[in-house]
């Protein structure tokens, strides 16, 4: 397989896979990580940083207009040559190579919580990775058209856990309404932008849309969506679990499914929950990896993926294995991914694409003389 | 381009071929009819360990057999056996005891089915935070489970039940404790009780429970009051209760708790007028004496119109705690000649009076006796704080005890049951 430079798809179907690789964390932690920062108050958290994420991604795409049909690669080539491109398509390529081991180990060891007990971790890791790969073999397109498919059943499961949940809400869980601190809310809500690091993966989707309008589009409805997720997550996961009994659970919207119950004969939602969630997770899987993949292969100028998707596969495998436990990995994910993804995501975009506008003013100028 | 076709339909065939395989008989299959489902667990002070812990297994194939009444007919009782099977052990925890009994009988015991925790009073007394955070954290115990205190050994206890009207003991708990048509004890939910323990706006509750030991109606004329009073049928609680039946648990009233210790009990009423503050209360039948005639009682069906309205005030360094309930009823019973339908207001007047009474009564009980907000009282004073470092600085549970009460109950007749006047003779 080549580099996909004829595929083209639409906008829904990107709208789809962008926002599916943000709002997976909904069901993974998200709504406990805004309460772990900031108390019962972690719905205006969420709201501060889809702010914020709307904010840094308008500068971006301000500065991206000049480059239309070019993704984030090619713009670091105009910036910097050959080095400045294989030095962002490892950073890229290493920050979602990074994100697939993490979210693939937890994927895993959450499903082996609930689901799966006695089944050795590498058992249930086989399924993913065996997704991913086939994912990987049948390219980008195949992603992306599953992923339009997949995320409104996804987007209706959600939506009935939400609406299930809504007899045991109260109202009085928002109340102290700031709760552990507005500083809190505005300094940790700041990093926790990083919830969308993601969105880097629309700067590496620009060859396969029609123009920068969509890629502008794609990105607004996409974190409009997001938003929207997060935000309401947060909310009704905080009005249903009052603080500080919300810093207990581990898988918050599962454990928001388990309390569901409509009479005698609706019961047990969670299993629903167990089935959306695993067709979320395997195409967030199967995105990242990919664009890994195709992100490494392009800065290192390598004329086909599909050689690479083995070796990759089992490198991610083994990656996988090196937090010793699930809170390490929690650890990682919270303390550094979370944490820093805004730095890369956006900061180092941000630089990318302003040094490449310095450069290319400055070449225009010296075409002009 | 004819290799690359032959290799994926290669490539297909072998998926198949090992999905198939591994997926018919993965590590975590597990046959149904190779677990052992409790639906009740019992806890209660360990003697020769530190807890005892008793598991009620469900038997399916009694069960499966159904009566006669939820098959359509037949009246076979399945397996003819009994439906359920006591195990009691001593042991240092919970799942040390699942341990300890799986090594007992033959089946996996699976806590996914379990529908009631069953506390006895001493260890209720003695705090139970420890073994319901175990249980929150098990994955197979659901957090729906209804949690009791049960005044007699939870041993005895799940002995002594008996599904006669279901076949199926499940399906009798889920009846019995998350009914909507009684409101003498509440519904008190794993979930909900961990919750309140951990937080510092509310206490929680459990139902109070226990057998009903009376087996002729000689020991009912043993009790005093018979026949010579009208005595409120709310003023009794779980145990104490003056009937004769072949089903001997009774679930009436609430145990109340605070910092995870039992701290007392409320009898029927005062669980109605619980409900009914919390907003949970859905209908029962209210009797009340007749204004003019006291040798007659009025009975009506109440319901709860409206969520209450509760505001809390600090004065003085005082809550003042105002609650507004919205309540109607319809007549059921007029014992007297009275045309109580012309003159609604003279009943609503009197039942609203004598409700108001009633929950100020039980307001007291939790502050002069129990110092327990199990009301969640303090829920409504949070707003007035902006942070949660300054809500926890304040220390509601400490000014609780200090609280003054003003209850509003605004009670309206709606209707008068099938007939609009009563012609007596």
């Not at chain 1, 019962?40 to 795409?61: E, K, R, T």
């Not at chain 2, 929950?359 to 704080?385: N, Q």
Request: charged share 20%.
């Amino acid at each position: 397989m080549r580099m996909e430079k004829k595929i083209k798809f639409g906008r829904w179907e990107a709208v789809a896979l962008t926002s599916n690789l943000i709002c997976t964390k909904v069901f993974l932690y998200f709504n406990r990580l805004t309460v772990e920062d900031a108390g019962n108050a972690g719905w205006l958290m969420a709201i501060f940083i889809c702010a914020v994420a709307v904010a840094l991604y308008s500068l971006q795409i301000w500065q991206y207009k000049k480059f239309e049909g070019k993704d984030i690669l090619d713009i670091a080539e105009i910036a910097g040559g050959k080095i400045l491109k294989a030095i962002t398509g490892f950073t890229l390529g290493g920050l979602l190579f990074l994100l697939a081991a993490i979210t693939i180990r937890k994927f895993s060891e959450d499903i082996k919580t609930i689901s799966l007990p006695t089944s050795p971790l590498s058992y249930v890791m086989v399924f993913f990775m065996a997704g991913i790969v086939i994912a990987g073999f049948l390219g980008v397109e195949s992603i992306v058209r599953h992923s339009a498919i997949v995320i409104p059943i996804v987007v209706a499961g959600y939506v009935v856990i939400l609406l299930g949940i809504m007899p045991k809400i109260d109202v009085t869980n928002l109340f102290p309404i700031f709760g552990t601190g507005l500083k809190d809310i505005l300094l940790k809500g700041f990093y926790r932008t990083s919830i969308f690091a993601e969105l880097l993966v629309l700067f590496m989707l620009p060859p396969f849309l029609e123009s920068y309008e969509d890629v502008k589009n794609i990105g607004y409805v996409s974190i409009s969506l997001c938003s929207f997720f997060l935000i309401t997550g947060s909310l009704v996961y905080i009005l249903v679990f009052p603080y500080p009994s919300s810093l207990e659970p581990f898988l918050p919207v599962f454990n928001m499914a388990r309390l569901i119950g409509l009479g005698r004969f609706f019961q047990r939602i969670e299993s629903l929950f167990v089935f959306i969630w695993v067709m979320s997770a395997l195409i967030y899987l199967s995105t990242v990896f990919f664009f890994a993949m195709y992100t490494v292969s392009k800065a290192a100028g390598l004329k086909y993926i599909r050689p690479m998707i083995i070796p990759f596969a089992i490198i991610l495998f083994s990656t996988a294995f090196l937090p010793a436990d699930l809170i390490s990995v929690i650890k990682v994910e919270s303390g550094f991914v979370n944490t820093w993804g805004w730095a890369v995501t956006f900061v180092f975009t941000g630089l990318i694409f302003l040094w490449a506008r310095i450069v290319e003013h400055g070449r225009r100028k010296s075409r002009g003389k | 381009m004819k290799r690359t076709g032959r290799f994926t339909r290669f490539g297909c065939a072998l998926l198949t071929v090992i999905t198939a395989v591994i997926l018919s008989g993965c590590h975590d299959m597990r046959e149904i009819d190779d677990m052992a489902y409790p639906l009740a667990i019992g806890l209660d002070i360990g003697h020769a360990n530190v807890l005892r812990m008793t598991l009620q297994l469900a038997a399916p194939l009694s069960i499966g057999g159904g009566g006669a009444g939820e098959s359509g007919g037949g009246g076979d009782t399945g397996g003819g056996g009994k439906p359920i099977s006591v195990i009691t052990i001593d042991t240092p925890s919970i799942f040390s005891g699942l341990n300890m009994v799986n090594n007992i009988i033959s089946k996996e015991i699976n806590m996914s089915h379990a529908k009631v925790v069953v506390i006895s009073r001493d260890l209720a007394e003695k705090g139970v935070e420890k073994y319901v955070q175990a249980m929150t954290r098990g994955r197979e115990f659901r957090p729906d489970m209804f949690i009791l205190v049960s005044n007699d050994p939870p041993d005895e206890y799940l002995k002594e039940v008996s599904a006669i009207l279901e076949s199926n003991p499940a399906k009798y708990y889920e009846l019995l404790l998350g009914k909507e048509f009684s409101s003498y004890y509440p519904e008190a939910r794993m979930s909900d009780f961990q919750h309140a323990l951990e937080r510092n706006d509310i206490e929680p509750v459990a139902v109070l429970s226990g057998i009903n030991a009376k087996e002729s109606t000689d020991e009912l004329d043993e009790m005093s009051q018979i026949g010579k009073q009208y005595l409120d049928e709310g003023r009794y609680e779980a145990g104490d209760v003056p009937m004769i039946s072949d089903l001997r648990i009774v679930a009436m009233g609430t145990a109340v708790f605070k910092n995870g210790k039992m701290v007392g009990t409320l009898d029927g009423i005062e669980s109605v007028c619980f409900e009914m503050i919390t907003g949970k209360y859905r209908h029962s039948y209210w009797t009340i004496p007749d204004v003019y005639d006291k040798d007659n009682v009025i009975v009506m069906n109440v319901v709860q119109r409206k969520k209450p309205k509760a505001t809390v005030e600090m004065k003085d360094g005082r809550p003042v705690i105002t609650v507004v309930l919205d309540l109607e009823g319809d007549f059921t019973s007029l014992q007297s000649s009275v045309e109580y339908e012309k003159y609604p207001e003279l009943v609503e007047n009197k039942t609203s009076e004598i409700i108001r009474q009633n929950i100020m009564s039980f307001l007291r009980r939790t502050t002069d006796e129990f110092d327990s907000d199990i009301c969640g009282f303090g829920r409504y004073i949070k707003g007035r704080f902006l942070t949660w470092d300054e809500w926890e600085k304040f220390d509601w549970p400490s000014h609780y005890k200090n609280s003054e009460f003003n209850v509003e109950v605004n009670f309206k007749i709606r209707r008068t049951g099938l007939i609009i006047r009563q012609i007596i003779s």
